[in-house]
């Protein structure tokens, strides 16, 4: 398994230096008649600068928007490049991206602007899979995986993981995210900057040649290469 080996290309001093191999990856989805499906991505620089935002066309037909956690309804999805309404989100400053994108076309700017970087977020198998994209195992930094913030948690189900980047990033950073509606924006912020804060010891630990995170869900392996 690609979990287990030593990472050669990624080590503490070669991110130190050069901060901008390092990304950040939030999604955010719908429920449709295949599943969830990607409805919003985005892709954050190392300082938190947003390189993409975009909502994206669903793939196939939308049965349930989510909106108790998403906030997006059917006017937030149609074709043409605008948007027709907005909604209020968990930071009153952030508003919806003013475009949207078909998926193939979002897949692919996605796939140019994480590809040869280490890839930073919770649960990255989530995006990945809503993507059809794969990446280096040992070029991602899950958040929800690494062992010294699963000690965090109450336990480390699956369940448990999924609901727990709040707690994480109120434990680790003092800050509440969340509080409306989910932001996918504020998830890859958040996410980089938990990273940044332990970046330190991870990627020591990687260069001991030791992988400090569990492996991901079994079914999502071809998330990985």
């Avoid at 968990?90 to 003013?98: A, Y």
């Avoid at 707690?167 to 509606?181: A, P």
């Avoid at 989910?182 to 260069?207: G, K, P, Q, T």
Wanted: charged share 20%; hydrophobic share 40%.
């Amino acid at each position: 398994m690609p979990f287990l080996q030593r990472t050669e290309s990624v080590t503490r001093s070669a991110i130190g230096s050069c901060p901008d191999i390092c990304v950040s990856l939030a999604t955010q989805t719908v429920l449709s008649l295949e599943g969830y499906i990607l409805a919003r991505v985005t892709v954050v620089d190392y300082g938190g600068d947003i390189l993409l935002d975009t909502l994206v066309i669903p793939r196939s037909r939308v049965i349930d928007y989510c909106a108790e956690r998403t906030g997006f309804n059917e006017s937030h999805f149609i074709a043409g490049g605008k948007i027709r309404s907005r909604i209020s989100i968990s930071r009153s400053s952030e508003n919806l991206p003013g475009h949207i994108l078909g998926f193939e076309i979002t897949r692919q700017r996605v796939a140019q602007h994480l590809r040869g970087k280490v890839v930073v977020g919770h649960r990255l198998w989530v995006s990945l899979d809503a993507l059809r994209l794969s990446h280096p195992a040992d070029k991602t930094r899950d958040l929800a995986t690494y062992f010294p913030l699963l000690a965090a948690l109450p336990s480390s189900s699956d369940q448990d993981l999924q609901d727990g980047f709040p707690i994480l990033v109120q434990e680790f950073m003092h800050r509440t995210i969340r509080k409306g509606f989910e932001n996918s924006v504020e998830d890859a912020r958040a996410a980089m900057d938990l990273y940044r804060s332990c970046r330190d010891n991870w990627e020591h630990l990687i260069a001991a040649s030791f992988w400090p995170s569990l492996t991901p869900p079994r079914e999502f392996f071809q998330c990985y290469t």
